[in-house]
T-cell receptor
Framework: GDSVTQMEGPVTLSEEAFLTINCTYT??????LFWYVQYPGEGLQLLLK?????DKGSNKGFEATYRKETTSFHLEKGSVQVSDSAVYFC??????????FGSGTQLTVLP | DVKVTQSSRYLVKRTGEKVFLECVQD?????MFWYRQDPGLGLRLIYF???????EKGDIPEGYSVSREKKERFSLILESASTNQTSMYLC?????????????FGPGTRLTVT
């Protein structure tokens, strides 16, 4: 079945540092890939998505590129802020209606 | 904006009680989902529904049931709550169609079973 493997946390960075959160997947066919973010005390929000190979999703300074050859969708941001502190989830949607999620990565950004 | 609301943010119940978690969405979405979120395990799908009165089991349906009598409302039922059902429960909705369609999440209900 489909699966998502996500970099384990927690990750602690200083403000303005570069962020990478690794995500790799296993799926048949051509899944769509997503990054969701969960701020403290809230539900999940879509951060960005990509629906086909070589697509780049971007939002709020975050980027991720759909790499079919390495089955990866790594999340990056050039300069993180304290307000980026949250839990980040990588997810895929294959042929089924539902999403398959990674285990989540807790990010803490220190001033 | 799409809004998904859940009936309670925090809930404390005793072992053996019957528990109802309610979810309502206001965007006429066809698909609705219930997940539980546990540290280190991410989100795991309990049940989902793609139409009124329709339901399908997700990855971890044991100990749960669901009800969808109206399109906008999807209820999760714990027939006899147990301590291993202490968790964060998240409801989501989406429309079918394009693979890139996102799911919209409610704020979650943190359930503690004592």
């Amino acid at each position: 079945g489909d699966s998502v493997t996500q970099m384990e946390g927690p990750v602690t960075l200083s403000e303005e540092a570069f962020l990478t959160i690794n995500c790799t997947y296993t799926a048949t066919g051509y899944p769509s890939l997503f990054w969701y973010v969960q701020y403290p005390g809230e539900g999940l929000q879509l951060l960005l998505k990509a629906t086909k190979a070589d697509d780049k999703g971007s939002n709020k300074g975050f980027e991720a590129t759909y790499r079919k050859e390495t089955t990866s969708f790594h999340l990056e941001k050039g300069s993180v802020q304290v307000s980026d502190s949250a839990v980040y989830f990588c997810a895929l949607r294959g042929s089924a209606r539902q999403l398959t999620f990674g285990s989540g990565t807790q990010l803490t950004v220190l001033p | 904006d799409v809004k998904v609301t859940q009936s309670s943010r925090y809930l404390v119940k005793r072992t053996g009680e019957k528990v109802f978690l309610e979810c309502v969405q206001d965007m006429d979405h066809e698909n609705m989902f219930w997940y539980r979120q546990d540290p280190g395990l991410g989100l795991r799908l309990i049940y989902f529904s793609y139409d009124v009165k329709m339901k399908e089991k997700g990855d971890i349906p044991e100990g749960y049931s669901v009800s969808r009598e109206k399109k906008e409302r999807f209820s999760l039922i714990l027939e006899s709550a147990s301590t291993n059902q202490t968790s964060m429960y998240l409801c989501a909705s989406s429309n079918p169609g394009l693979a890139g369609r996102e799911q919209y999440f409610g704020p979650g209900t943190r359930l503690t079973v004592t």
